[in-house]
């Protein structure tokens, strides 16, 4: 019997999963923290307060969403199969399983694009993703300073094509393409917000890097880029793309953002910000 499967047995399901994201947590950082020391962009100082800020939006970000998420996209399931002739869902059910993985990752790519990008474009969802935004020293725990609201938004953007299409579906049966796509799409997210000085050549054709992503969190010059979050081409195509051998001068928001996790989580709450 495995360590894990004991805890499920005597402990609480939110005890588990406190366990598991403080074991991942540690593996990250043995990961990144000699990574970003040695390759780093920049070493500027970052203060307690706000490491501890992102240490608890790390935690939220990963309980939270997934108990929010859960009865809307069940909704969206059911209205899927009510509103979608049957050809539809019974074609894709017929593919080989790595044929619906490959396509609900594509799909869930084009759907998190438009989600990140309407976040940027729409300015009361702005309010919230500017949370994100608000960091000024990208490093690999900024992946995870992400409002509640902003992060049901933009999963609902990237999950909801799969849910109404029969890619994916309440229950274990259909949970292997979002749960790739959310897997993905966090550990990427972790890499490309790191602060590593690496370019890559033509892979930053093919894949999002930090390159890539440090230019979306500029402050100042050629904001509102690069919203992919591992895929280019979206933007390459949408006409949001840029990414020159330089690196942005600062990354940040210019609007006075809250440092501790209570003022950044009730701030969209109090005013709005401006990009």
């Known amino acids: 019997m495995s360590l894990l499967h004991t ?13 598991r994201l403080g074991l991942w947590l540690v593996l990250l950082a043995g990961v990144f923290v000699p990574l970003e020391r040695f390759f780093g962009a920049r070493h500027g100082g970052r203060s307690r307060t706000e490491l501890f800020s992102d240490l608890g939006f790390y935690f939220i970000s990963s309980l939270l969403p997934a108990v929010l998420l859960a009865a809307p996209l069940a909704l969206i399931a ?30 869930g790519e084009v759907g ?20 994100h935004h608000s960091t000024e020293q990208l490093y690999f725990l900024a992946n995870t300073r992400t409002h509640p609201v902003d992060m049901v938004v933009t999963r609902l953007f990237g999950l909801t094509p799969l849910y ?3 890619l994916a ?3 274990a049966a259909g ?20 602060n590593l000085r690496w370019r890559f050549g033509p892979l930053e054709w093919l894949v999002a890097t930090p390159a890539f992503h440090h230019w979306h969190h500029s402050k100042f010059e050629h904001i509102n880029r690069n919203y992919a979050a591992t895929l280019p081409v979206l933007d390459r195509l949408f006409g949001t793309h840029h990414l020159p051998r330089t690196w942005p001068d600062a990354c940040g928001i210019e609007a006075p953002m809250p440092k501790t996790l209570a003022g950044q989580l009730a701030a969209p709450f109090r005013h709005g910000s401006s990009e």
Request: proline share 8%; charged share 10%.
């Open 169 to 171: 579906s309440p229950g």
């Open 7 to 19: 805890l499920q047995m005597h402990l609480p399901a939110i005890v588990v999963d406190v366990l």
């Open 175 to 194: 949970s292997a393409a979002p749960v790739l796509l959310l897997l993905v799409g966090t550990v990427w997210g972790f890499f490309i917000h790191a």
């Open 164 to 166: 109404l299409l029969g």
């Open 112 to 131: 998190t694009y438009w989600g990140h990008r309407l976040s940027h474009e729409i300015p009361w969802l702005w309010r919230y993703h500017a949370v």
């Open 78 to 107: 059911v209205a899927g199969q009510r509103l979608l002739p049957d050809a539809i869902p019974a074609t894709l059910a017929a593919l080989p399983l790595w044929a619906k993985l490959l396509l609900g990752l594509l799909i």
